[in-house]
């Protein structure tokens, strides 16, 4: 493998350039860092998740001429199924804490705790059902590596690592966030926030199969 430091650098460009938009899987992990609840193993099983893509498009898919056309529709089909799911659960915890408390009920800030497996397989719901993920990481970024011929998997490298460092930043940052801000306000606002965006990006993914 030739290993070089533009070729190396150019991979984590594209590869922050094109992670960086605030999508389905960025805001799980906000949430997660809010929530405070298996905020590190989030961010690691999604950087894992990301480079298991990368390494997927530079080594078969590019080569390969990416995703079928039915193997697309698939992915769009259950990105669609779950983006939806995903973005109802978050309206009904938008509706749930607008309901005024009872009297005497105990004031809980904050959604139910979530177990570790249950961390795990939604950062790997987001990361790999997600039909963005699929078509930018893995068809997009194999297919750019291409053009660095012998060094394409020194490209996918530096893809790879634009990955991880971003996610350890967004992590950061929500850990951060997460021990200051903690108020029923901010969940409301950010579970409305979050279920638009699931919905905006599942009503995208169905007008693009028109």
């Known amino acids: 493998m030739v290993l070089t430091v533009p070729t190396f650098t150019a991979g984590m460009v594209l590869s922050l350039s094109l992670i960086m938009a605030i ?22 099983t999604c950087a894992l998740a990301d480079i298991v893509l990368i390494g997927l498009g530079v080594l078969g898919l590019a080569q390969l001429g990416g995703l079928s056309d039915k193997l697309q529709g698939a992915l769009i089909g259950a990105g669609v199924l779950f983006l939806g799911l995903y973005g109802w ?8 804490s607008a309901v005024p408390a009872q009297p005497g009920a105990a004031h809980a800030v904050g959604p139910a705790p979530t177990s570790r497996r249950q961390a795990v397989f939604s ?7 997600n039909p963005h993920a699929w078509l930018d990481t893995a068809v ?24 991880v460092v971003w996610f350890l930043v967004l992590g950061c940052a929500a850990f951060w966030l997460g021990r200051r801000l903690n108020s029923l306000r901010i969940w409301r606002l950010l579970d409305g926030a979050v279920a638009l965006m699931m919905w905006g990006t599942a009503l995208w993914l169905l007008a693009s199969l028109a």
């Open 140 to 163: 997009l970024i194999g297919t750019a590596s291409l053009a660095y011929g012998e060094a394409s998997r020194s490209f996918g490298l530096g893809a790879a690592a634009g990955s």
């Open 123 to 129: 950062a790997l719901a987001f990361s790999w059902l």
């Open 23 to 44: 999508g389905p899987q960025n805001a799980h992990v906000l949430r997660m860092g809010l929530q405070r609840q298996h905020l590190w193993i989030t961010v690691a």
């Open 89 to 96: 659960q978050a309206f009904q915890r938008f509706r749930q």
